[in-house]
């Protein structure tokens, strides 16, 4: 949806009622990710993690699906749920991690490790899905790697900061694909310390997306749902949070006493850390991808087909986790 487009749109118009209008009008239903916008997060029928919101996707009975998120996701919703209409308020939401993995270069790295298996971080396109073992998030990654043989041999694709989190924490060699994610890499270590000699007692809860120099000095280290129950969860009242800021809308609904700081960038704020790509839907573009019924995701049958293997073999091997209602992940609102 161009700029164009939104800047024509009725300044009066009253985009929640809208939205709602529509997304009944259409049988449709709005996922998104914590790093969406806080008017985003609370219009949404549901809000989680990539693991949540994958589930959501392959579960849902709705028509169409609207994906308040980045490409990667919403084709994930379209790969699990091919018979629905999947629409994304802007195609242009694309994700450095995903971009950090070429597939003409990764399918050559695998042909000249034919004996690895290959685990995918689902930040990734669909044509290196398809060409992945067991895809994974950062809720299930450590549980799935345990679960592989001992002298299984791994690449670990694209994000080299998760991969090599779990190769300390596990002590599991693997080979790593070198992607990284512009936003948690813009985390300064000097700046994270300087505010934590100034909140002694705030506990620093990180995405391991971030580089091992920040991930030192978390107290807790987990997906953004993790990370959410850990803020929510802690005696503590003022906590450190090292990963996209969109989050803290959560945070600040559920514990409204307590003080979440965004981890600094170097220049000693964290307004730097906002994801550009997530930053790309606005209520504005999601009204007007409800009412013309795009843009949409389509992909290749083929890449599709073999995607969804690795996105199913996950699923499966997920069942174990966090399978309990999420409170404060369902934001329904009629
Ligand atoms: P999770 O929400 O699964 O922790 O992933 C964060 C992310 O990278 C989204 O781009
Ligand atoms: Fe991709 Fe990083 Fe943005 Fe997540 S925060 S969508 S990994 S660029």
Redesign the pocket.
């Given at each position: 949806m161009n700029m164009a487009a939104s800047a024509k749109l009725d300044p009066t118009l009253d985009l929640v009622t809208e939205i709602k209008r529509l997304k009944q009008e259409k049988n449709a239903v709005i996922l998104a990710h914590y790093?969406q916008a806080g008017d985003i997060q609370d219009i949404a029928d549901f809000v989680g993690d990539s693991l949540d919101l994958s589930r959501r996707a392959a579960e849902t009975d709705a028509d169409m699906i609207v994906f308040c998120g980045?490409r990667f996701m919403a084709e994930v919703a379209k790969i699990l749920s091919p018979d629905k209409k999947v629409i994304l308020p802007d195609l242009a939401a694309g994700?450095?991690?995903?971009d950090s993995c070429p597939p003409d270069e990764f399918r050559a790295f695998k042909a000249a490790n034919p004996d690895h298996m290959v685990l995918s971080y689902i930040?990734c396109s669909a044509d290196i899905k398809a060409m992945t073992d067991i895809i994974v998030t950062s809720s299930n990654a450590e549980h799935i790697v345990e679960g592989l043989a001992k002298d299984q041999k791994i690449i670990f694709a694209p994000d080299r900061h998760l991969g090599g989190y779990l190769s300390r924490k596990l002590g599991r060699d693997m080979l790593l694909w070198q992607g990284a994610?512009?936003?948690?890499e813009l985390f300064s270590e000097k700046e994270l310390i300087k505010l934590k000699a100034r909140h002694p007692d705030a506990p620093v809860a990180a995405h391991p997306?971030c580089p091992d120099q920040i991930v030192q000095h978390a107290d807790h280290v987990g997906s953004t749902s993790s990370i959410l129950e850990f803020a929510i969860n802690s005696p503590a009242d003022t906590l450190i949070i090292a990963t996209?800021p969109g989050i803290i809308h959560q945070m600040e609904k559920a514990a409204p006493n307590k003080t979440f700081i965004g981890a600094p960038g170097a220049d000693g704020n964290c307004s730097c850390n906002t994801?550009p790509?997530?930053a790309l839907n606005t209520m504005q573009k999601l009204y007007l991808c409800l009412q013309n019924g795009g843009p949409e995701i389509n992909l290749d049958e083929g890449t599709r087909v073999a995607a969804e293997k690795p996105l199913r073999r996950m699923l499966e091997l997920s069942t174990a986790i966090n399978q309990k209602p999420q409170t404060f992940a369902t934001t329904v609102k009629e």
């Open positions: 790093y980045v994700c450095s991690l995903e930040n994610c512009i936003v948690h997306e996209e994801c790509y997530m």
